[in-house]
């Protein structure tokens, strides 16, 4: 199973980096935004580069979505799996419409609503996970992290 993972910097890196026994287990290719701390954690990984910051940038926006129609033709990966943030939207939905499964991991400071990035691919997941019971409750197809942790 090839495994894409794909995150902006930041916390969203590090929360990604926290499943690395899950995805180290995979093949796989790292997608995310050149920093000191992504490009000296990733020395050793396949990385490509996106394009930041993505926030109200409609050229990153459409340079990402380019990266990631190339990134999952030529990889053909079988699961993207994110923790967002704005990054995922363009590889989440070409992603799903290619076929993927897709899974994406909310931020576990999204309590009581979703981050606008999951908001927006909700519908092109197979699985969103939060971190919340009060979150799961408003989407009742999410499924909750802490069911997963020791099964």
């Known amino acids: ?17 926290q499943l ?24 050793q990984e396949q990385v490509l580069w996106a394009h930041s ?23 053909r990966p079988d699961v993207i799996l994110s923790t967002g943030a704005g990054v995922a939207v363009p590889f989440l939905v070409i992603g799903k419409l290619f076929g993927c499964k897709t899974v994406f991991i909310e931020s576990v400071t999204r309590i009581q609503t979703l981050s606008l ?6 519908p092109f997941l197979d699985i969103l996970y939060v971190h919340w019971p009060q979150l799961q409750l408003r989407y009742p197809r999410a ?5 997963k942790i020791g099964s």
């Not at 899950?22 to 000296?40: D, I, K, S, Y």
């Not at 990035?117 to 909700?122: D, E, L, P, Y």
């Not at 499924?143 to 069911?147: D, M």
């Open 20 to 43: 690395a026994d899950f995805w180290q287990r995979h093949p796989h290719l790292w997608v995310t935004f050149r920093t000191a701390t992504t490009e000296t954690a990733l020395a």
């Open 143 to 147: 499924e909750l992290v802490q069911s």
């Open 117 to 122: 990035s999951a908001r927006i691919v909700h």
């Open 53 to 75: 910051p993505t926030n109200r940038n409609l050229p990153n926006l459409l340079r990402n979505l380019w990266l990631a129609l190339q990134v999952i033709r030529t990889e």
């Open 1 to 17: 199973m090839k495994v894409l993972l794909v995150c902006s910097s930041g916390g969203h890196f590090k929360a990604l980096q």
